[in-house]
């Protein structure tokens, strides 16, 4: 047990009762015991390197590279990712590829190059390895991207797992992003990032690393190319960034560095090199196609916490039934849970939940529950007693299963790391289905150390299937909350087949997007708050995961009224848009905030509710390509360096570029705009970018822009389907892309492509068809007209 499990152990004690915190401190006094006996000490390690190059084999897509100490396998696939592993590490296995690993390019073939190093020359990219082990990465062109320095390994004399350390050099113009969810992101400064997925203890703020989930997954942006490098392994490590500097010291560039630790794993990664658009469909290509939300997902949610049983949630939805307010979803938290039980619900509070959904699902409103990992450890409990029949517990490295501190009592962990396990976990979301639930949010699923909640934890020492494998949680905790999301999302392929799953987990790992998305978790109630929440789904969504949101308000305290509506504006445009209530923090409906914040409300609510088609397309197209919802504003134009430093502004797909507000007292706001004709959507006042420019954004809104000849789906007034047309700027063309969606099944309806473009007086929209231009399918309705 470290300061740091006795820290928050103490909290525990003040905040969850003397029982539940002595629990906590006994939970942690056992892992500590249990890792002592059942890990290895370090002892004495050998530093290695790879030395000269002695023998080199050429194969499909490029070849091994043989050194005195170490052996290099290089791998350029068919869609232009390059792929390289050390000390024979190969693709698979892999938790985060949603298969086998992509077939070789033929035409990449490893030859000699100067001063005895070797090269493989692919359409897209180019790899140079050097005589000693240093990787270079460089454009068609010839100009280096990224130069991996040789490696070392650190490995325990006595034998056992080596850790190792990889340095890397990148253009003095480079940025970074990525690594998961950073609050201190988007863009990702000089600093130290851990690789472990964390819960913080407390609600977090831009300074607080690491989170929820992280991931080895960087996206690095300069002049010649963005690329994406990936280092797939699950263990605990630190990322350490500095960016570089032009013209430092007597007129030379100053590169960039990443340096990245690991305690262990295999020393392989994989680049992908092109635009920002090409390089999220090649990772799509290698780790999953994200999830299709069913259309009701990407509507209102809202969460509240500790505020009683059935009758509160049916006075909830009557509260916006009553004021004309949309709301698509109710999220149940731990606090409606039947003690222990891992899928139970209390029964005293909710004694007719399957008429409550019933009831809620004829008006439009869906229910959401919480599950956790942590399963009571009460015998007797359904639950519990099948999972040990299955023998699905996970043990410590005497045998015996492994028992924590939940937010109820003492748990058990399910190893998801078993296929067996997973199949059985995913049978138990049956009993939340016929209850009428029809989504899930997993929660406290890192799992990670002792918070004041309690949370369940795993010592590193205990034992996981890991596919057979075997092996332990120091491998295993990172993609834990990946596994659970897995089994979730194949339990309810098969349970409910003509729907799509709903799922999101506030942790995971590379890869999670093929199963569901993610919310920020327990982020804090205050202006940085907000900062945080979105530099969130930003990051996110450059890592591949496209669906994300935060709790609106935070999640304690209690938000002034201002904070409120600029959070609750920022999420009407984000992906998963939830707001969040608890019996701590007081509630949060619009009206608690008075009635200027109401109707300002309203406006957000009703425009997210008429861009709903837009979403359903995004989310279309995210399936489709890996393009996020959300995307950075230097999206279309990486080589813009004042878009580049730009981050408190995004576009949402190709359209629109929303400009939140994010500090207090503001109501005019500055605005990086990318290049072309811009319109403002609330005032229809015309812009010209590159440029920066002051856009009125009163307490009502926040600025929304739309892109001069955007074609886009809108939900018109009698509900259907039409064309919110933009007039594009004189002597040229615009373009949008429509994919109509029943909201839920599996069908992958036809993309629809229109052209607006200016015919005498009048701008005209068309279909694109393969019989040429044809008229469209949905009503049109043109703005913009008065302010070319």
């Not at 730009?646 to 990086?672: I, N, S, W």
Request: neutral net charge.
């Amino acid at each position: 047990m470290d300061g740091r499990d006795l820290v928050r152990s103490v909290k525990a004690v003040g905040t969850a009762g003397v029982s539940q915190g002595l629990r906590t401190v006994r939970a942690a006094w056992r892992r500590k015991r249990a890792d002592a006996s059942g890990l290895p000490a370090r002892g004495a390690e050998r530093a290695r390197v790879p030395g000269p190059v002695r023998e080199v084999e050429p194969g499909p897509g490029g070849g091994v590279l043989r050194f005195a100490r170490s052996e290099l396998r290089v791998l350029v696939a068919a869609n232009g990712a390059v792929f390289w592993g050390w000390d024979g590490a190969g693709p698979e296995p892999s938790y985060a590829l949603a298969g086998r690993c992509p077939e070789p390019d033929p035409r990449a073939v490893l030859e000699p190059d100067k001063e005895g190093g070797w090269r493989v020359v692919a359409e897209r990219v180019t790899v140079v390895v050097s005589r000693h082990g240093a990787v270079e990465v460089l454009t068609p062109g010839g100009v280096v991207l990224r130069r991996d320095l040789p490696p070392r390994w650190w490995e325990p004399v006595g034998g056992g797992t080596a850790r190792w350390m990889q340095r890397s050099e990148v253009a003095a113009d480079a940025r970074f992003f990525g690594l998961g969810g950073r609050a201190g992101g988007p863009r990702l400064r000089g600093g130290a990032y851990r690789l472990w997925n964390s819960d913080p203890g407390r609600p977090f703020g831009p300074g607080d690393d690491p989170l929820y989930l992280t991931m080895p997954v960087q996206v690095v942006v300069a002049d010649a190319a963005t690329h994406l490098v990936f280092h797939d392994t699950s263990w605990d490590g630190r990322v350490t960034l500095r960016e570089g500097e032009e013209g430092a010291g007597s007129g030379h560039d100053r590169a960039g560095t990443c340096e990245l630790r690991m305690d262990g794993g295999p020393l392989r990664c994989w680049v992908v090199v092109g635009t920002p658009a090409r390089v999220l469909h090649a990772w799509a290509s290698l780790t999953g196609a994200p999830a299709l939300p069913p259309a009701w997902a990407l509507g209102h949610h809202h969460a509240p916490w500790g505020f009683g049983g059935e009758q509160e949630v049916r006075r909830l939805v009557a509260g916006y039934q009553e004021r004309g307010l949309p709301l698509d979803a109710v999220h149940l938290g731990f606090d409606r849970h039947d003690g222990h039980r891992a899928f139970g619900v209390d029964k005293e509070r909710f004694p007719k939940l399957p008429q409550l959904a019933a009831d809620l699902r004829r008006d439009g409103v869906r229910l959401v529950s919480a599950v956790y990992a942590g399963v009571g450890a009460v015998p007797g409990d359904d639950v519990y007693d099948s999972g040990t029949a299955e023998d699905a517990f996970v043990r410590d490295a005497s045998g015996r299963v492994v028992r924590g501190v939940g937010r109820t009592g003492e748990v058990v962990f399910p190893d998801f790391t078993s296929a067996r396990v997973r199949r059985w976990w995913g049978g138990l979301y049956e009993e939340r289905l016929v209850q009428g639930f029809s989504g899930f949010w997993h929660d406290g699923n890192e799992p990670t150390s002792v918070t004041a909640f309690g949370e369940p934890t795993l010592p590193r020492s205990a034992r996981h299937a890991l596919e057979g494998r075997g092996g332990d949680h120091r491998e295993a905790h990172n993609v834990y909350a990946l596994c659970m999301a897995g089994a979730a999302h194949e339990g309810l392929e098969e349970l409910a087949p003509g729907e799509r799953p709903f799922v999101f987990s506030r942790s995971g790992w590379a890869g999670l997007q093929r199963y569901g998305g993610t919310w920020s978790g327990d982020v804090a109630t205050g202006w940085p708050g907000l900062r945080a929440s979105l530099s969130l789904v930003m990051g996110l969504g450059l890592c591949g995961v496209p669906y994300s949101g935060p709790d609106v308000g935070g999640f304690d305290g209690v938000p002034s009224a201002e904070l409120y509506l600029r959070w609750f504006q920022l999420g009407a445009y984000l992906p998963l848009f939830r707001t969040h209530a608890s019996a701590r923090a007081g509630r949060r409906e619009p009206w608690e905030f008075g009635a200027e914040v109401l109707e300002h409300a309203r406006v957000a609510l009703l425009a997210r509710r008429r861009l709903s088609p837009y979403l359903m397309t995004l989310a279309h197209l995210a399936r489709r390509t890996g393009a996020p919802y959300v995307r950075p504003v230097w999206w279309s134009a990486p080589e813009d360096r004042a878009l580049r430093d730009c981050e408190d502004a995004f576009l949402l797909g190709d359209c629109l570029l929303v400009a939140p507000v994010l500090h207090p007292g503001a109501d005019r706001r500055a605005v990086q705009l990318p290049r072309g004709h811009w319109y403002d959507t609330a005032t229809g006042r015309p812009y010209e970018g590159p440029a920066q420019v002051l856009v009125d954004a009163p307490l009502s809104r926040i600025p929304v822009l739309v892109r001069a000849g955007a074609v886009i789906p809108v939900r018109g007034d009698d509900g259907g389907l039409e064309l919110e047309v933009w007039a594009p700027a004189r002597g040229r063309t615009g373009a949008g892309l429509v994919v109509p969606d029943g909201g839920d099944g599996h069908h992958q309806p036809e993309i629809e492509r229109y052209v607006s473009r200016w015919e005498g007086d009048r701008v005209v929209v068309e279909r694109e068809g393969e019989d040429g231009m044809g008229v469209p399918a949905h009503p049109v309705r043109v703005r913009g007209l008065g302010e070319v």
